[in-house]
């Protein structure tokens, strides 16, 4: 049997180029007080032995760990992957986060939160310790925790709060949800339509309310009245059949809806359904979240394309230039894009559209 090949170490380099384990290391982090002819040795080494830098050996400076760590809700996430419901904010994530980490140098990992768990600060102060970040990523309902926040400001660790507009540290990122809910509520006033409904998420996430808020914009400045026009879910899809039932049984019933995620607009295609309500025909309907799954239904849904990975990337290129770039004050918007698909139309002339 052949012996496998021993796997060259930051060790081999620095015995090869005559140098110490720590100017290895620096030549690998590219510091700048290294030698130019060290750094050439250094390299060369490198070269002949086929070495690829590990994170341990680039932590070797002791400056930095090459690791951002983006923390997501445990029980969402863990309830969408058992239910395997077509969500994918997390691969999402991920694409953002690891490409852009990827490009220099850097590792990201992910890990699951209780943001209402009363151990929260116990058990991230252990991850932190263990990990030692460069950086943390905070996702809705984290990123207005205060618990979390205090926890990293107190440590001096740099972190991006995606979702959040309230004052305090951290930097702040959204997905600009307000535009969006007014982007998609004028595209539908566009189709003719006036009774235009919302299912908005729960009050524990600050962007439920952004949405309203453009929604409510959009309608006002087309002098259409929203009152018991607007119901509210939890992002999960029975919470979407009880708001549009709710939205659908009254005698003058929205000629539209827009659903603050794509779980609720399933539920409202199905309700729609139920109440002989033709989807696009007698009811349009524009989602949140662009999920995959919104390709497949009948009809194809209409959605508002969150820019999931376009925000993480941005907020991971913040944190590792943090000691060349300022940090900007004002929150950053990064805007989602409607994309339309067959599940919206004209508004029908039977129903006053």
Not at 4 to 19: E, L, M, P, S
Not at 154 to 169: D, M, Q, V
Request: with cysteine; charged share 25%.
């Amino acid at each position: 049997m052949a012996r496998r090949r021993q796997a060259v170490t930051i060790k081999h380099v620095a015995a090869d180029a005559g140098v110490s384990l720590q100017t290895v290391s620096r030549v690998i982090n590219n510091e700048p007080n290294v030698r130019p002819e060290m750094k050439e040795r250094v390299q060369a080494s490198i070269d002949r032995l086929g070495y690829v830098p590990s994170i341990a050996a680039q932590r070797m400076s002791g400056s930095r760990s090459y690791l951002i760590l983006a923390l997501n809700d445990r029980e969402k996430t863990v309830a969408e992957w058992r239910s395997r419901s077509g969500t994918d904010w997390v691969d999402q994530m991920l694409l953002g986060g690891m490409l852009t980490c990827a490009e220099h140098g850097y590792r990201m990992m992910v890990e699951l939160v209780d943001t209402h768990n009363d151990h929260v600060e116990r058990e991230l102060s252990a991850t932190i310790a263990a990990l030692q970040p460069d950086g943390v990523i905070l996702t809705p309902p984290h990123s207005e925790n205060r618990l979390i926040t205090d926890l990293l400001a107190s440590k001096n660790i740099p972190f991006a709060r995606i979702g959040s507009l309230e004052p305090g540290p951290g930097i702040r990122l959204t997905m600009d949800d307000d535009h969006s809910a007014v982007m998609a509520t004028e595209r539908l006033i566009e189709l003719g339509h006036k009774r235009i409904g919302l299912i908005a998420g729960p009050k524990d996430y600050s962007l439920s309310g952004w949405r309203i808020d453009g929604w409510m914009r959009a309608m006002q400045a087309a002098g259409f009245n929203t009152d018991g026009l607007c119901a509210r879910g939890d992002f999960g899809f029975d919470s979407g059949i009880a708001a549009a039932r709710t939205l659908l049984s009254q005698k003058d019933r929205p000629t539209a809806i827009i659903a603050s995620n794509d779980q609720m607009a399933l539920a409202t295609l199905d309700v729609a359904r139920e109440l002989d309500l033709a989807v696009p025909d007698k009811l349009s309907l524009i989602s949140f979240d662009n999920t995959p799954i919104v390709r497949f239904t009948n009809p194809p849904l209409t959605a508002v394309d969150q820019p999931i990975a376009a925000t993480i990337s941005h907020a991971v290129e913040l944190l590792i230039n943090k000691s060349r770039k300022a940090i900007p004050a004002d929150p950053i918007n990064i805007q989602g894009v409607l994309v339309e698909r067959a599940s919206t139309a004209p508004a029908p002339k039977a129903n006053g559209g």
